[in-house]
Protein backbone atom coordinates (compact mmCIF):
# COMPACT_ATOMS: atom_id res chain seq x y z
CA UNK A 1 0.00 0.00 0.00
CA UNK A 2 0.88 3.48 -0.57
CA UNK A 3 0.26 6.55 1.67
CA UNK A 4 0.77 10.51 0.70
CA UNK A 5 0.29 12.67 3.42
CA UNK A 6 0.21 16.35 2.08
CA UNK A 7 1.01 19.46 4.19
CA UNK A 8 1.39 23.32 3.91
CA UNK A 9 -1.71 24.81 2.38
CA UNK A 10 -3.32 27.43 4.41
CA UNK A 11 -4.66 31.13 3.82
CA UNK A 12 -2.49 33.73 1.74
CA UNK A 13 -3.02 37.16 0.22
CA UNK A 14 -2.81 37.38 -3.55
CA UNK A 15 0.79 37.97 -4.83
CA UNK A 16 1.84 35.54 -1.47
CA UNK A 17 3.62 32.41 -1.65
CA UNK A 18 3.10 28.38 -0.19
CA UNK A 19 4.72 25.37 -0.82
CA UNK A 20 2.92 22.48 -0.09
CA UNK A 21 5.10 19.40 0.73
CA UNK A 22 3.68 15.51 -0.18
CA UNK A 23 5.17 13.07 1.74
CA UNK A 24 5.28 9.16 0.42
CA UNK A 25 5.63 5.93 2.27
CA UNK A 26 4.98 2.19 0.99
CA UNK A 27 6.80 0.20 -1.53
CA UNK A 28 6.72 0.14 -5.25
CA UNK A 29 8.48 -1.26 -7.86
CA UNK A 30 8.95 1.86 -10.07
CA UNK A 31 6.74 5.47 -9.93
CA UNK A 32 4.78 6.91 -13.70
CA UNK A 33 3.78 9.78 -12.16
CA UNK A 34 3.92 11.76 -9.32
CA UNK A 35 2.66 15.20 -9.10
CA UNK A 36 -0.57 18.16 -7.86
CA UNK A 37 -4.09 18.00 -8.29
CA UNK A 38 -6.49 21.01 -7.50
CA UNK A 39 -10.02 20.94 -7.28
CA UNK A 40 -12.10 24.49 -6.62
CA UNK A 41 -15.67 24.21 -5.05
CA UNK A 42 -17.72 23.32 -8.21
CA UNK A 43 -15.52 22.41 -10.50
CA UNK A 44 -13.29 18.92 -11.44
CA UNK A 45 -10.49 17.95 -10.71
CA UNK A 46 -7.68 19.90 -12.47
CA UNK A 47 -3.76 18.82 -13.17
CA UNK A 48 -1.97 21.29 -11.92
CA UNK A 49 1.81 19.98 -11.84
CA UNK A 50 3.87 16.79 -12.47
CA UNK A 51 6.42 14.80 -12.66
CA UNK A 52 6.47 12.11 -15.70
CA UNK A 53 9.17 9.30 -15.13
CA UNK A 54 11.64 11.12 -13.44
CA UNK A 55 12.28 14.02 -14.29
CA UNK A 56 9.59 15.22 -17.56
CA UNK A 57 7.27 17.85 -16.06
CA UNK A 58 3.87 19.08 -17.41
CA UNK A 59 2.53 21.94 -15.74
CA UNK A 60 -1.13 23.37 -15.96
CA UNK A 61 -1.00 26.44 -18.77
CA UNK A 62 -3.10 28.76 -16.09
CA UNK A 63 0.38 28.02 -13.47
CA UNK A 64 3.45 28.19 -15.66
CA UNK A 65 5.69 30.31 -14.33
CA UNK A 66 4.31 30.69 -10.90
CA UNK A 67 4.40 27.50 -9.88
CA UNK A 68 7.08 24.66 -9.32
CA UNK A 69 7.40 21.21 -8.88
CA UNK A 70 10.18 19.60 -7.73
CA UNK A 71 11.18 16.40 -5.24
CA UNK A 72 13.41 15.03 -3.12
CA UNK A 73 14.12 10.88 -3.66
CA UNK A 74 15.44 10.41 -0.84
CA UNK A 75 13.00 11.65 1.24
CA UNK A 76 10.24 10.34 -1.12
CA UNK A 77 8.36 13.26 -1.15
CA UNK A 78 7.18 16.07 -4.08
CA UNK A 79 7.03 19.76 -3.41
CA UNK A 80 4.65 22.50 -4.89
CA UNK A 81 6.16 25.78 -4.69
CA UNK A 82 3.79 28.38 -5.20
CA UNK A 83 4.50 31.90 -6.31
CA UNK A 84 2.29 34.53 -6.80
CA UNK A 85 -0.86 33.20 -6.11
CA UNK A 86 -3.90 34.80 -7.79
CA UNK A 87 -7.96 34.19 -6.02
CA UNK A 88 -8.16 31.56 -8.69
CA UNK A 89 -6.02 29.67 -7.34
CA UNK A 90 -7.68 28.63 -4.34
CA UNK A 91 -8.87 25.19 -4.28
CA UNK A 92 -7.94 21.79 -2.22
CA UNK A 93 -4.64 20.45 -3.80
CA UNK A 94 -4.12 16.80 -3.96
CA UNK A 95 -1.11 14.86 -4.01
CA UNK A 96 -1.21 12.17 -6.75
CA UNK A 97 0.88 9.15 -7.66
CA UNK A 98 0.94 6.47 -10.38
CA UNK A 99 3.22 3.21 -9.36
CA UNK A 100 3.99 0.02 -10.70
CA UNK A 101 3.74 -2.31 -7.76
CA UNK A 102 5.91 -5.55 -8.37
CA UNK A 103 7.22 -4.79 -11.71
CA UNK A 104 7.13 -2.78 -14.85
CA UNK A 105 4.45 -5.31 -15.64
CA UNK A 106 2.39 -4.33 -12.99
CA UNK A 107 -0.52 -2.50 -14.11
CA UNK A 108 -0.75 1.26 -12.78
CA UNK A 109 -2.02 1.28 -9.12
CA UNK A 110 -2.84 5.19 -8.50
CA UNK A 111 -3.38 6.92 -4.85
CA UNK A 112 -3.86 10.16 -3.42
CA UNK A 113 -3.43 12.24 -0.78
CA UNK A 114 -6.29 13.87 1.91
CA UNK A 115 -5.85 17.00 -0.04
CA UNK A 116 -5.01 20.49 1.90
CA UNK A 117 -6.41 23.57 1.11
CA UNK A 118 -5.07 26.66 -0.49
CA UNK A 119 -7.20 29.88 0.01
CA UNK A 120 -5.92 32.93 -1.97
CA UNK A 121 -7.87 36.64 -0.77
CA UNK A 122 -7.98 38.96 -3.04
Known amino acids: QVRLVESGGGLVQAGGSLRLSCATS????????MGWYRQARGNQRELVAV???????NYAASVKGRFTISRDNAKNTVYLQMNSLKFEDTAVYYC????????????????WGQGTQVTVSS
Open 51 to 57: FIGDSRT
Open 96 to 111: YTGVRLRSLLSPRSEY
Open 26 to 33: GSWFSIDS
